[in-house]
């Protein structure tokens, strides 16, 4: 009898650390969740890719997804999520200031956070000891473990004993050696002169396939995701054409529409057919034989954006697509279904103009309602008929405010813009996405006041957030450049 009640026991206790253990597992914390992926943020964050902006917008916009997938994770009560496909480029982090970096892409699809983030360890091949127990770190083999339950101090011997570059120090480093702009570009001028001219015969040769190819296929336009150097975006276009060649009868489809090369091939919710720059010609084809069925699509989303405005008070709809990552015409399609459908079941109380002039952008991976700086509002799909009502009347003064000053903005920004061309003898002046407008101009009128002191004849010159000088000949400056 002893015997019987010892091992019922032994096998209650059992069962007893495996339901804590899970248990554990699953309530692990935002900020356990944030330390647990310190290798992951190590290895793709975007300060480490500044020579690389294509890049450098991959990981960010995968960030966010990532961000908030982990942040819907730990609400309670929140409905199960939907798989999610990202796309990283991770360095190699034996040697922090080397180039060489790799992509991978993964799907999430758990409902749980520890599994979430040992799934993305895991993809990039990166280390799981910290994730670890005691007795799985000391045998390795699996059995009762210890729980991940607090968070890591990643000391200063950390870095020397793995050989890892502390990224704090690194970027304190550069704030520290950082050149002033006048001997940057006096030391980078000549080599980017150089590139600029040996570049030259290149976009005349983009300019000449976009302008057939926009002619022969009748397209609207041609439009490129990132920012492709001019060899990559001709060699795009070159593709592009022998596939007319070979299958004309494919492109009858792509009449009228904008044609933008991106990361996915099919059609946003814009409308614009994505020619995914990694695919193949079949891919590319599949998607022209496509065409008319996501053209069918198209014109619904434009029925439902138009019942929707109505329900919002004359509020315009905008594609989240310029905030984040393209965003599948389908998958828009279905959230804007939703959408509409609750707003039938619970209309909202609005005057029919109240919101005329104003902006809305719907966000699935939000929970609560926020205003952007550029002043649209971002809702989030599901969400409480009265809060949101509240939310949008009270916030609607503060919301028309920041769209008028962003519109004096970009009108502000263009202007300085011509002035620093002018001045400076550019060839041209653009930002990078990262870059808002109120750092452009803080930018160029800092530029305006240095400009007896430069010496930029004909050169191109991009506003960012790190120096650099493209293969292309064009000169990368920071927006808060030191004189």
């Known amino acids: ?71 819907n994770l730990q609400k309670p009560g929140s409905a ?13 982090t034996e ?33 799981l000891d910290h994730m670890k127990g005691p007795s799985e770190k000391l045998t390795g083999t699996p059995g009762v473990v210890t729980p991940f339950y607090r968070p890591i101090k990643w000391d200063k011997s950390y870095y020397t004993f793995t050989g890892f570059r502390d990224p704090e120090q690194e970027l304190q480093q550069t704030r520290r050696v950082q050149p002033t702009l006048s001997c940057w570009l006096r030391n980078n001028e000549v080599d980017a002169s150089t590139k600029l001219s040996q570049s030259f015969p290149r976009r005349e040769e983009l300019r000449r396939l976009k302008g057939q190819l926009e002619e ?23 593709s592009l054409m022998r596939l007319s060649q070979q299958n004309p009868e494919n492109m009858v489809n792509l009449q009228g529409l904008t044609v933008v090369f991106a990361d996915q091939s099919g059609m946003n919710a814009s409308g614009h057919v994505l020619l995914g720059t990694t695919d193949v010609h079949h891919q590319w084809s599949r998607v022209f034989q496509q065409l008319p069925s996501f053209l069918r699509l198209q014109q619904e989303v434009e029925v439902l954006t138009e019942r929707i405005s109505l329900l919002l008070g004359g509020a315009s709809l905008l594609e989240a697509e310029p905030l984040g990552p393209v965003q599948p015409i389908t998958e828009h399609y279905k959230v804007l279904t939703t959408f509409h459908r609750t707003l039938q079941s619970l209309p909202l109380r609005l005057h029919p103009r ?47 405010l920041r769209t008028n000053r962003h519109k004096q903005l970009q009108v502000e920004e263009d202007s300085l813009i011509q002035v620093c061309v002018e001045s400076l003898s550019l060839g041209g002046l653009s930002r990078d996405s990262s870059v808002s407008l109120v750092q452009m101009i803080s930018c160029c009128r800092r530029l305006i006041e240095l400009h007896p002191l430069l010496d930029l004849l004909d050169l191109q010159l991009c506003v960012s957030h790190f120096y650099s000088v493209t293969q292309d000949g064009i000169l990368c400056v920071p927006w808060d450049w030191r004189a």
């Open 1 to 71: 009898m002893s015997t019987h009640v010892l091992l019922c026991c032994t096998a209650r206790l059992q069962r007893h650390r495996v339901v804590l253990h899970s248990v554990l597992q699953r309530a692990l914390s935002g900020a356990e969740a944030v330390n647990a992926l310190r290798p992951f943020y190590f290895a793709v964050h975007p300060d480490f890719f500044g020579q690389h902006p294509r890049e450098r917008e991959v990981n960010e916009n995968s960030l966010k997804r990532l961000n908030g997938y982990l942040e």
């Open 80 to 92: 199960p999520l939907q798989s999610m496909k990202l796309t990283f480029y991770v360095r190699d």
């Open 95 to 127: 040697d922090v200031l080397s180039s060489g970096f790799r992509s991978v892409s993964f799907t999430l699809c758990s409902q749980d956070v520890h599994k979430t983030v040992m799934s993305v360890l895991t993809s990039c091949s990166l280390p």
């Open 354 to 400: 109240s919101l005329q002039g104003l902006s809305v952008v719907l966000d699935s991976d939000r929970s609560t309602c926020s205003l952007h700086d550029m002043g649209h509002f971002i809702i989030p799909t599901t969400f409480d008929p009265s809060t949101l009502q509240v939310f949008l009347q009270s916030h609607a003064p503060e919301a028309r």
């Open 216 to 238: 022969e296929l009748h397209l609207e336009d041609i439009r490129w995701q990132r920012s492709w150097g001019v060899s990559h975006r001709c060699c795009q276009l070159q």
